[in-house]
């Protein structure tokens, strides 16, 4: 079992639409959750931190954590065709340097 | 934000030899990293680098294949050596600069091994 899961997509919305991406994970450890946004030909880039379990939302975004059942989202609101870019998400666990991420989903969104 | 320049972005590489790529941080940084992202899998760490000290290798990746220098702190090379078409992929330096949400990227080297 991969320690992060993630289903590649490729995920096609229309501009506007609430898009939903999902992760689990497999080690109870992590307690550090990142969601990294990659553009074609392009490195990841940080688009939202979390510590444990909770939400935190930062404009358009909101990224959501649920410990007990090893799961981790982030919700567009309003996607933009700027969004359009593959989403990586990614565990640590304190005293870890190391990021461990899912295979990625590449989101799409159509004017 | 945190700038890392890595380089070559592309190269095509002859089975058997070897390529260096180059990271460059704009800051002084304790803690390089090196990733490798292969078509359809997970971004995957190879090593870390810290200067002074030899590279960590994790499970999987040796020295021997993925050699790492660390001369200074905003500086650091990770050469595949005696390449095969199975090292086709895109390799990634980053570093941190504080905390978990500080991890920063280069935009890669896509290497394809013909």
């Known amino acids: 079992q991969k320690e992060v899961e993630q289903d ?13 991406l999902n992760c689990t994970y497999s080690n109870s450890a992590f307690q550090y959750f990142m969601w990294y946004r990659q553009y074609s030909r392009k490195g990841p880039e940080l688009l ?9 939302e930062d404009g ?17 609101r309003d996607s933009q065709p700027s969004d359009s870019a593959t ?12 990021l461990v991420f899912g295979k990625g989903t590449k989101l799409t969104v159509n004017p | 934000s945190a700038v ?22 704009d800051s002084q940084v304790t803690m390089m990293f090196w990733y490798r992202q292969q078509p359809g899998q997970s971004l995957t ?25 660390r001369p200074n ?22 570093d941190r600069r504080q905390g978990y ?8 080297t896509r290497l394809t091994v013909v």
């Not at chain 1, 939202?48 to 935190?56: A, E, L």
């Not at chain 1, 358009?60 to 799961?71: G, N």
């Open chain 1, 8 to 20: 590649p997509g490729p995920l096609s919305v229309p501009e506007g639409a609430i898009v939903s």
């Open chain 1, 48 to 56: 939202m931190y979390t510590y444990s379990s909770g939400n935190k």
């Open chain 1, 60 to 76: 358009r975004f909101t990224a959501q954590v649920d410990k007990s059942s090893k799961y981790i989202s982030l919700f567009i």
């Open chain 1, 87 to 98: 989403y990586l998400c990614a565990g640590t666990q304190g005293g870890s340097e190391k």
């Open chain 2, 4 to 25: 890392i320049s890595q380089k070559p972005s592309r190269d095509i590489c002859q089975r058997g030899t070897s390529l260096t790529i180059q990271c460059q941080v």
């Open chain 2, 45 to 69: 760490l190879i090593a870390t680098a810290n200067q002074g000290s030899e590279a960590t290798y994790e499970s999987g990746f040796v020295i021997d294949k993925f050699p790492i220098s």
């Open chain 2, 73 to 94: 702190l905003t500086f650091s090379t990770l050469t595949v050596s005696n390449m095969s078409p199975e090292d086709s992929s895109i390799y990634l330096c980053s």
């Open chain 2, 101 to 108: 949400h500080g991890y920063t990227f280069g935009s890669g």
